[in-house]
């Protein structure tokens, strides 16, 4: 079993995010801050992130500009502030097809990628459907399909169908029909410190878990494409791999993280969270300019 470091970062934000799309029935409760969030895992062998953000240009400055994002950077000035390049990137898991989480696979051009063969096909499907019907599509950059291809041409690409284990102690899990119909999460697991989990968009923020009010009911996500009963259940299967323990799951768009775990806000604003460190391995948010 591997021992991986594991770090959130942060490459974007929504500052008034509705908090209804984030807690399915919070309709009339106002916004929060909500994080534009994908996580690093480095090994001793590998350098792999879960899910790519997006690139601010084109179609993907489209979306971003429709849902109020702000305070963008690339994966250069992000993984920039771990000491790595996009380019030691050796493996990206794609939790879901939409474009802040899959928007931006070329800026990782060593990277194997691993994604749900479900998501692919099922869009395709969507996409050959009567415009009026095309909210099914909408928070997806269709250059994505051209961003597979092209991976597949240089034969860095893998659709999973089943729960597979990608690198030593880190599994992509198919929750097909949740947010979207070809989703997954992904949990790795450590020697050291036991098991993670990294939610894709199968849970927002940590209330998903714990409830809105506080009473431990799971409240799922209110952006679903597919199945809200099939995301209570894929939220329960995460919650079970997590021990019962909502700090050991990991949403992107949480902003509770940079108090959860110590933390470091750059000169750019945007934070990272250093959630666990092999050994031998030196802290990059342990300085004087650590967020407080």
């Known amino acids: 079993m591997a021992d991986y470091s594991i770090w959130v970062v942060e490459y974007a934000r929504v500052n008034e995010f509705a908090r209804g799309l984030l807690l399915y029935g919070q309709w009339n409760t106002g916004t929060t801050i909500a994080p534009y969030?994908?996580?690093?895992?480095?090994?001793?062998?590998?350098?792999?992130?879960?899910?790519?953000?997006?690139?601010?240009?084109?179609?993907?400055?489209?979306?971003?500009?429709?849902?109020?994002?702000?305070?963008?950077?690339?994966?250069?000035?992000?993984?920039?502030?771990?000491?790595?390049?996009?380019?030691?990137?050796?493996?990206?898991?794609?939790?879901?097809?939409?474009?802040?989480?899959?928007?931006?696979?070329?800026?990782?051009?060593?990277?194997?990628?691993?994604?749900?063969?479900?998501?692919?096909?099922?869009?395709?499907?969507?996409?050959?459907?009567?415009?009026?019907?095309?909210?099914?599509?909408?928070?997806?950059?269709?250059?994505?399909?051209?961003?597979?291809?092209?991976?597949?041409?240089?034969?860095?690409?893998?659709?999973?169908?089943?729960?597979?284990?990608?690198?030593?102690?880190?599994?992509?899990?198919p929750a097909h029909d949740t947010h979207t119909a070809g989703s997954q999460y992904v949990t790795v697991e450590n020697e050291r410190d036991g098991k993670w989990v990294f939610a894709g968009d199968n849970a927002y923020v940590y209330e998903n878990f714990t409830g809105a009010n506080g009473d431990g009911r799971f409240t799922p996500i209110g952006l679903i494409f597919g199945s809200s009963e099939r995301c209570v259940l894929t939220m329960e299967e995460m919650w079970q791999h997590a021990g019962e323990e909502p700090s050991r799951i990991v949403p992107f768009h949480e902003q509770n993280l940079w108090s959860t775990f110590p933390s470091r806000q750059f000169d750019d604003s945007l934070h990272v969270a250093e959630l666990s460190l092999a050994a031998g391995e030196p802290s990059r948010v342990d300085s004087a300019l650590a967020a407080t």
């Open 37 to 173: 969030c994908y996580a690093v895992l480095k090994s001793d062998d590998h350098l792999a992130v879960i899910d790519s953000g997006y690139n601010h240009v084109e179609f993907g400055k489209v979306l971003a500009d429709s849902y109020g994002v702000s305070d963008w950077q690339p994966p250069e000035v992000v993984l920039g502030h771990l000491g790595f390049s996009p380019d030691d990137v050796d493996t990206l898991v794609l939790t879901h097809n939409h474009f802040d989480h899959a928007g931006g696979v070329e800026f990782f051009p060593n990277a194997r990628v691993y994604f749900q063969e479900r998501e692919i096909s099922k869009y395709l499907w969507a996409v050959g459907l009567p415009d009026r019907l095309q909210w099914l599509t909408s928070a997806t950059d269709p250059d994505l399909m051209l961003w597979l291809v092209n991976r597949l041409k240089q034969g860095k690409l893998t659709l999973l169908s089943e729960e597979t284990e990608i690198l030593p102690g880190v599994r992509c899990i």
